[in-house]
């Protein structure tokens, strides 16, 4: 897996732009949650295609950005979570033991 990390509200600006053109996928990351440790275990074991783009942040070092993407994308913040992001909106969003590989790209075909 490799991440982009997501360390700036203004690269929320560069994913929202991004979606325009293929999915983009947040994953936010507790560094101190068993749950969330496994949930990234999951997603790093798995295949993803090439043009799907991983974003990674640190909730823990980066709460604010957090805080941000729950009032951007209408969503309420969990942690972990994953959101797919496309044309600009959040069509899937789902947390702890649901993050599921196979269900973030069921989302993210690429037409």
Not at 1 to 17: C, F, G, Q, R, T
Not at 37 to 64: C, G, H, N, V
Request: with cysteine; aromatic share 8%; charged share 25%.
């Amino acid at each position: 897996m490799n991440w982009k990390y997501l360390e700036s509200p203004e690269e929320l600006d560069h994913i929202v732009a991004a979606s325009h053109n293929s999915p983009q996928v947040i994953f936010k990351h507790s560094t101190r949650c068993n749950i969330s440790a496994m949930a990234k275990s999951r997603l790093e074991r798995a295949q993803k295609p090439d043009e799907i783009t991983f974003y990674y942040l640190d909730l823990l070092s980066f709460r604010p950005i957090s805080n941000k993407i729950a009032e951007i994308f209408h969503v309420e913040h969990e942690s972990p979570q994953v959101l797919v992001i496309k044309d600009g909106k959040c069509i899937y969003s789902e947390s702890h033991s649901g993050i599921q590989m196979d269900e973030i790209l069921e989302h993210t075909v690429l037409n």
